[in-house]
């Protein structure tokens, strides 16, 4: 009996350990297919499934065999050579080979791993339209290709290496080898074995310098990034050379096989190192400081040009268009009433987040977040406000409150925003709000707010269960407080006790399971931040720190700035962010209410864009899709226009010369704010430009 119950108790703790370690994984599961997207997490998890697998049982197979062929030679030994593998026996041997392989193809597996992202758009690469100046190889192949080829190489040659070690051991302990120097003799089916991974090696190697070459356009030199003269006349010549070298190895290799003595093949490998040394080690010091030194410009000039034409396409620098303005007398200067001095900013968004905290909040769990700008159309005119979100903070809560009720069934949702124009004050020094208190009031000119509730926020990332039989609480009302129950479609349903009990694993929290209060239609809302969310729904892509709130059609939205990067952009230098390639190529919108996305294409001609919609057809939407009313409310990404303002610092010089001698380097402006000196961030400004007829929301700094 007491037998009986340890097995039944065994087993229960098993399932209870498999379920635990996987209830977050198929509670994601559910999550991704709640929302339309089960191909983004099957893609991922499958890939990523799949190349591991794959990793392993290829790096099995390949030691394995090697591991059981040198076994076979070695017990084919002459049986007056003592041979301590061979008194080991047969079954320890196979035994013990498996699980070396075994261990060596988890490790090696690890310490090579791909990400799934490589390995999907190595699969669908497209053309970027636009070739390297050296090689003339389309962008698409340093972008989509050269990483994963460049990461296979080197797990490779490290797989042979090590193999090809371990081999030489097994066979130098088992007494193969006779004699001493390089008049050593190897046992003829020792020497085959190692033969063969010794030419695979240097086919490797060979495939490498070809790699490396590719890899130049990539190199930062003190100068600029990619081939520079030194490297296209001695990196480039070295690749070759080595290159050369190593299919002589190769044919020595073939040689030895005939002949005795390892004089031929050692003479080809220390010719190698000899080259690698003095081509890779000291020839590029002794060229830089003897050949391009004293004439530096004149021999980098065509490579700058490379290298300044190409960091400007890879920030879409070349795509600027520069006008010149000037004003030449008073009555070029606008009225009073020009949209451009109706429009113009004086409140500070530092300072404003204080006065929304103390005029808005209303409540101690509200918070404002941050501040947004953005411009709407009121009674027809465009006017520029600043907004934020009233988002709910479950934490401010009093210590007495700060249950389980509380933070996860009552209080789940923000209420509407706060919303004031730019250059409003009144008497008492204060913002004018346009849409403020609660329920939410919106000043004539603007449609109504019918959907004020914020389940999905900035900030808000615990998870909660809605609707509930508890009621959640909505706004405060005087001394009344408002209910509602959660009307929209997201979450995963309560319904089912497995679906309860998985949740329950997830976040440990018996409460899903014992709660009266979770009903048949409640639901768990989780993954609620705006960023995280999107990020789950598109990990290939890079969102904005700043999303912004936008009202639009009696709903609130978030709308996010989405980025596609690499650092294989070849000869353009790299940001101080460590991409060399950047496109805003993606805008996301959040339904604050239902937590939909949406990703919408804003850049046709971005490769890396076009590649992942070859991966998830439909999952990107043309732009022609958003509502007019949300794409009025587009606006140029403020962390883009850093990094091209910082890149424009020096690649605003075109002529080779002007960069070379930094004779119009930029500097960027300095203010003084709360007593110390800081860079002026870029701000939004409504106006009419010279020579145009319409006021627009431009970024400026």
């Known amino acids: 009996m007491r037998k009986t119950l340890w097995i039944l108790a065994s087993i229960v703790f098993g399932l209870y350990i498999l379920l635990k370690l996987s209830a977050g994984f198929i509670t994601d599961m559910m999550w991704y297919h709640s929302l339309g997207y089960a191909a983004v997490f099957s893609s991922a998890v499958l890939t990523s499934i799949l190349v591991r697998l794959a990793t392993i049982i290829l790096l099995f197979l390949f030691l394995w065999t090697n591991f059981q062929v040198s076994l076979r030679i070695v017990r084919r030994l002459p049986a007056d050579s003592f041979n301590p593998l061979t008194e080991m026996g047969l079954p320890r041997l196979n035994l013990f080979s498996i699980g070396a392989a075994i261990l060596l193809a988890l490790f090696l597996s690890g310490a090579s791993a791909v990400d799934w992202r490589s390995v999907q758009q190595f699969l669908h690469p497209v053309s970027a339209g636009v070739t390297d100046p050296i090689f003339q190889l389309d962008i698409g192949y340093y972008l989509f290709r050269f990483p994963l080829l460049q990461g296979i190489n080197t797990a490779l040659q490290g797989l042979v290496l090590i193999t090809l ?42 495939w490498g ?25 001695v990196r480039l010549l070295a690749f070759n050379v080595l290159s050369i070298i190593a299919a002589f190895c190769i044919i020595a290799l073939f040689i030895g096989l005939f002949t005795k003595g390892l004089r031929l093949l050692l003479g080809g490998v220390f010719t190698l190192l000899l080259a690698s040394l003095v081509l890779g080690t000291f020839a590029p010091p002794l060229v830089e400081g003897f050949v391009v030194q004293p004439n530096q410009f004149l021999r980098e000039k065509p490579y700058l040009e490379n290298h300044i034409v190409m960091t400007r396409q890879a920030y879409d620098l070349d795509k600027i268009d520069v006008h010149e303005f000037s004003i ?102 204060q913002p004018i709000f346009i849409v403020g ?81 979770i009903g048949e239609e409640s639901k768990v809302i989780f993954h609620r931040t705006i960023r995280a969310r999107l990020q789950r729904v598109a990990p290939f892509l890079q969102f904005d720190d700043d999303p912004y709130l936008v009202m639009s059609e009696g709903r609130l939205f978030w709308i ?22 950047i496109r805003n190529s993606v805008k996301a919108v959040v339904d604050a209410y239902e937590g939909t996305v949406r990703l919408y294409k804003v850049d046709q001609t971005d490769p890396l864009i076009r590649s992942w919609e070859k991966i998830f057809p439909g999952l990107i939407l043309p732009l022609e899709q958003m509502s007019a009313d949300l794409r009025n ?19 605003h010089m075109t002529s080779a010369k002007n960069f070379y001698e930094k004779e119009d380097y930029w500097d960027l402006p300095t203010e003084v704010y709360a007593g110390r000196e800081e860079t002026v961030e870029p701000y939004y400004v409504t106006l009419t430009l010279p020579g145009e007829t319409q006021a627009e929301f431009a970024l400026f700094e």
Do not use: C
């Not at 690499?566 to 060399?580: E, F, I, L, M």
């Open 328 to 429: 030449k007398d008073s009555s070029e200067l606008p009225s009073l009433a020009h949209p451009s001095i109706t429009n113009l900013r004086l409140w500070d968004y530092r300072a404003l987040g204080k006065s929304y905290e103390q005029l808005q909040a209303i409540g101690q769990y509200y918070h404002f977040h941050d501040i947004d700008i953005d411009r709407y159309t009121i009674n027809g005119n465009l006017r520029q406000v600043m907004l934020a979100a009233r988002e709910l903070d479950p934490n401010r809560l009093p210590a007495e409150a700060q249950n389980w009720i509380n933070r996860h069934l009552t209080y789940t949702h923000g209420y509407g925003l706060a919303m004031n124009g730019v250059r409003e004050v009144n008497n008492e020094g």
């Open 633 to 651: 409310h587009i606006r140029y990404p403020e962390h883009l226009f850093k990094v091209q303002r910082d890149m424009l610092r020096a690649y």
């Open 165 to 206: 070690g371990i081999v030489a051991a097994v066979y130098y302990f088992s007494r193969a080898f006779w004699g001493r120097g390089l008049d050593m003799v190897i046992w003829r089916p020792a020497k085959t074995h190692l033969t063969i991974l010794a030419i695979f090696l240097f086919l490797l190697k060979i």
């Open 437 to 517: 208190n609660l329920p939410p009031q919106v000043a004539p000119g603007l449609p109504p707010l019918t959907r004020p509730e914020i389940y999905f926020s900035e900030t808000q990332s615990n998870y909660i269960v809605a609707p509930n039989r508890s009621g959640e609480f909505d706004y405060p009302s005087g001394a009344r407080e408002r209910h509602t129950n959660y009307e929209g479609q997201d979450g995963i349903s309560l319904s089912s006790f497995v679906n309860r009990l998985l949740f329950a694993l997830r976040y440990d929290d018996i409460n899903f399971l014992l709660s009266e209060y």
């Open 560 to 581: 996010v700035d989405a980025y596609t990067s690499s650092t294989y952009y070849p000869y353009a230098q790299r940001h101080t962010d460590g991409v060399n390639y």
């Open 209 to 233: 310098y070809t790699l490396g070459k590719h890899s130049l356009l990539l190199a930062q030199n003190e100068l600029m990034t990619g081939v520079n003269y030194t490297g296209a006349h």
